[in-house]
């Protein structure tokens, strides 16, 4: 199956070559929620290999506290960030799920960072919460459920 998404102007357009998309996840932090312009961000996770795009798609870099380099792809005409990469994490691409054409049939697995949770924000009963970043190998676990 194919997912399809892009900018808010339109001019840049990916594809997701993945069977399903289950894997996101909604995370509460500042950094997030002031680059977002939001309450929180939320995300798709996918090997990095199924993104094909087209248009106008410009790379820019940024070092995060850790030293780690995480590289966003955003439309070079609307500026709309699309997706990243991290030095940290070779392989996987993090999608800006709200650019997902099909993003109301979205669920999110797990929700991190949920300490600087926006109060109003209300999480469904059952989904995983963690106050911070959750440890990788448990993250993972829920993601891949
Ligand atoms: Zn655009
Ligand atoms: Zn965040």
């Known amino acids: 199956m194919t997912f399809t998404g892009?900018?808010?102007?339109?001019?840049a357009r990916y594809e997701l070559a993945v069977d399903t998309l289950t894997a996101i996840y909604c995370c509460h932090c500042t950094?997030?929620?002031?680059?977002?312009?939001?309450?929180?961000s939320e995300q798709a996770v996918v090997p990095d290999?199924?993104?094909?795009?087209?248009?106008?798609?410009?790379?820019?870099?940024?070092t995060n506290?850790?030293?780690?380099l995480s590289h966003q792809r955003a439309c070079g005409v609307c500026h709309n960030r699309l997706w990243n990469t991290n030095s940290s994490r070779p392989g996987i691409a993090v999608v800006r799920a709200g650019t997902l054409d099909h993003n109301r049939t979205l669920e999110p697995r797990v929700h991190i960072w949920v300490?600087?949770?926006?109060?109003?924000?209300?999480?469904?009963?059952?989904?995983?919460c963690f106050e911070e970043s959750a440890p990788v190998a448990e993250f993972a676990a829920i993601l891949s459920r």
């Open 6 to 11: 892009g900018c808010r102007c339109g001019a």
């Open 31 to 40: 950094d997030c929620q002031r680059w977002s312009g939001s309450a929180f």
């Open 49 to 62: 290999t199924a993104i094909s795009a087209t248009g106008p798609i410009v790379e820019f870099t940024i």
């Open 65 to 68: 506290e850790s030293g780690a």
């Open 115 to 128: 300490k600087s949770k926006q109060p109003w924000v209300m999480i469904a009963e059952g989904v995983p």
